[in-house]
Each structure stands twice: as structure tokens, then as C-alpha cells.
């Protein structure tokens, strides 16, 4: 892939009546797609009827589950959610940054929707009294910005490396199982980092709920670990495992795996 062909908006080149719908449905799903995870990953933390909050696992669970949810209900369309991993798709050759921006924003919109809803349907009193930040990506007061910065980069690389290796030409029989292999990936990856840094792995994820409450403490975090972890683990994996360089004429596709 050339720098420069991510420069060229291929994907909105020649656009005619199918042409468009697609884009549409694959910004569509990727917006409900989106929304789905943080609805569901957030109703996942709120509080039992003492205000006291639940298990931290049963949050990791509820995450890990609703975005394998995401992902078999809206795979065959388009189910990237997560920005990091559109920037990713850049780097394989698979999208251009005008791709990447319309996606993102659509990510970004369905976060936050899916976010807004849960507010409203959820009362205050199970928010744990912070309801002004409820769900919000935070990192612990123990931890430096560089610290949890550094935990956002080396979790959003290893998530990108199953990205790839999905993606992968030499995986494409086995995509079957691709909603359970980010479930479990992402179990696995929330679960020892949470503690520290929100373990968010994913920057419309943050923007959503921060969004919502106008909550911006520590949200540079959450987009310039998560992108930067993803830009060069995408990158090692391209250099070192990838079978081809992917085509250099980008398209849309009507279905895809993820």
C-alpha cells in the first residue's frame, strides 16, 4: 500500500444508487453495531439497589459479550466499531482516510446514542451517585497519564493483532468463529487491565458517555493510546506475518466478515 492511496477517497468514487446504499449500510451498522456495545457494556456496570456496584467482572463479562453480540448480529455488513481498528484497516490498504473519517463519526454517533438511551432508561439512583460520569473512561488516580496511556497502546495492539489475523487471507477459513474469538479476546484483555486505565481499547467507546456528561478528564487517553497502539501493531503484523500486501484498488464490498 502506498501512502498515497490513502489519500484517495476510492470508496466514493463513481457512486451510483447501489454504490451508495452500501456505504450507507455499512455506516449504518457500524453506527447500531457501535451503540449496541456501549448500551449493553455499560447497563453491565451500574449499581445493585444499595448503590453499591456490582462485581467488576460481571462488567468485563457484559463488554466481552456485547461485542461479540455486535459482531454476529451486524459482521456480514459491517462491525469494525472501534476507530482504532478502522485506522488499522488504513494501514492494510483496505480503506481510505476518507473511509476511516465517515466510519469513525458513525461510531462516534452510535456511541453516544446508545449511550443517551441507556440514561434514559435507566434512573439515576442506580448510577452509584456518578451519574456526571457514569461509565466514563478514567484511569486510576495511582496511575500517570503515561502510565495509562502506555496499558491503552499495548492492549488496542494485541486487540489489532487478532484484527489482522482475522482479516488475514490464510485465516479466511475459519471466520465462522469470528464473534467468539473478540469476545474472548477482549475478555481476556479487560479483565487484568481494567483496574488501571478503563482498559477502553477503543476511542467512540470513551467519546460516547463523555459526550453525554461533557466529561473530558483523561479523554486524550483514550484516542491517542488506543490509535497509536493499533497504527503500529497493524504495521509489525503487515511487515512480518501478512501473506500479500492487500490490493491496491480499494472497493466496497458487499459483505465481510468483520
Same mark, same amino acid.
Given at each position: 500500500?502506498?501512502?498515497?492511496g490513502?489519500?484517495t477517497p476510492?470508496e466514493?468514487?463513481?457512486?451510483?444508487k447501489?454504490?451508495?446504499?452500501?456505504?450507507l449500510?455499512?455506516?449504518?451498522?457500524?453506527?447500531f453495531?457501535t451503540?449496541l456495545? &456501549?448500551?449493553m457494556g455499560c /447497563?453491565?456496570? +451500574?449499581?445493585?439497589?444499595? !448503590?453499591?456496584? *456490582?462485581?467488576?467482572?460481571?462488567?468485563?463479562?457484559?463488554?466481552?459479550?456485547?461485542i461479540?453480540t455486535?459482531?454476529?448480529?451486524?459482521?456480514?455488513?459491517?462491525?469494525?466499531?472501534?476507530?482504532?481498528?478502522?485506522?488499522?484497516?488504513?494501514i492494510?490498504?483496505?480503506?481510505?482516510?476518507?473511509?476511516f &473519517?465517515?466510519?469513525?463519526? /458513525?461510531?462516534? +454517533?452510535?456511541?453516544?446514542? !446508545?449511550?443517551? *438511551?441507556?440514561r434514559?432508561?435507566?434512573?439515576d439512583?442506580?448510577l452509584?451517585?456518578?451519574s456526571?460520569?457514569?461509565?466514563?473512561?478514567t484511569k486510576?488516580?495511582?496511575?500517570?497519564?503515561?502510565?495509562a496511556m502506555?496499558?491503552e497502546m499495548?492492549?488496542?495492539a494485541?486487540?489489532?493483532?487478532?484484527?489482522?489475523s482475522?482479516?488475514?487471507p490464510?485465516?479466511?477459513?475459519?471466520?465462522?468463529?469470528v464473534?467468539l474469538?473478540?469476545?474472548?479476546g477482549c475478555?481476556?484483555l479487560?479483565?487484568?487491565?481494567?483496574?488501571?486505565?478503563?482498559?477502553s481499547?477503543?476511542p467512540a467507546?470513551?467519546?460516547?458517555?463523555?459526550?453525554?456528561?461533557?466529561?473530558w478528564k483523561?479523554?486524550?487517553?483514550?484516542?491517542?493510546g488506543?490509535?497509536?497502539?493499533?497504527?503500529i501493531?497493524?504495521?509489525?503484523?503487515?511487515?512480518?506475518?501478512?501473506?500479500?500486501f492487500?490490493?491496491?484498488?480499494?472497493e466496497?464490498?458487499?459483505?465481510?466478515?468483520?
Amino acid at each position: 500500500m502506498s501512502i498515497r492511496g490513502a489519500f484517495t477517497p476510492h470508496e466514493f468514487r463513481n457512486l451510483d444508487k447501489e454504490k451508495a446504499w452500501r456505504l450507507l449500510e455499512k455506516g449504518l451498522a457500524e453506527m447500531f453495531g457501535t451503540g449496541l456495545f &456501549v448500551c449493553m457494556g455499560c /447497563m453491565g456496570t +451500574l449499581s445493585d439497589s444499595k !448503590g453499591e456496584y *456490582l462485581d467488576y467482572l460481571g462488567g468485563v463479562l457484559t463488554f466481552a459479550f456485547a461485542i461479540a453480540t455486535s459482531v454476529m448480529i451486524f459482521g456480514h455488513i459491517s462491525c469494525i466499531i472501534n476507530p482504532a481498528l478502522v485506522a488499522a484497516d488504513v494501514i492494510r490498504g483496505e480503506k481510505s482516510l476518507f473511509m476511516f &473519517v465517515y466510519i469513525t463519526v /458513525m461510531e462516534c +454517533l452510535g456511541a453516544f446514542l !446508545g449511550y443517551a *438511551l441507556l440514561r434514559v432508561l435507566v434512573a439515576d439512583e442506580l448510577l452509584g451517585g456518578t451519574s456526571g460520569s457514569f461509565c466514563c473512561s478514567t484511569k486510576d488516580v495511582r496511575v500517570t497519564s503515561l502510565r495509562a496511556m502506555g496499558v491503552e497502546m499495548l492492549i488496542t495492539a494485541i486487540l489489532c493483532l487478532l484484527f489482522c489475523s482475522v482479516q488475514d487471507p490464510k485465516n479466511s477459513d475459519r471466520n465462522s468463529t469470528v464473534a467468539l474469538k473478540f469476545g474472548f479476546g477482549c475478555f481476556a484483555l479487560l479483565l487484568p487491565s481494567v483496574h488501571y486505565a478503563s482498559s477502553s481499547m477503543n476511542p467512540a467507546r470513551s467519546f460516547g458517555p463523555a459526550l453525554y456528561n461533557n466529561h473530558w478528564k483523561d479523554q486524550w487517553i483514550y484516542w491517542v493510546g488506543p490509535l497509536s497502539g493499533a497504527i503500529i501493531s497493524a504495521v509489525i503484523y503487515m511487515l512480518l506475518f501478512a501473506q500479500h500486501f492487500p490490493r491496491s484498488k480499494r472497493e466496497i464490498r458487499p459483505n465481510s466478515h468483520i
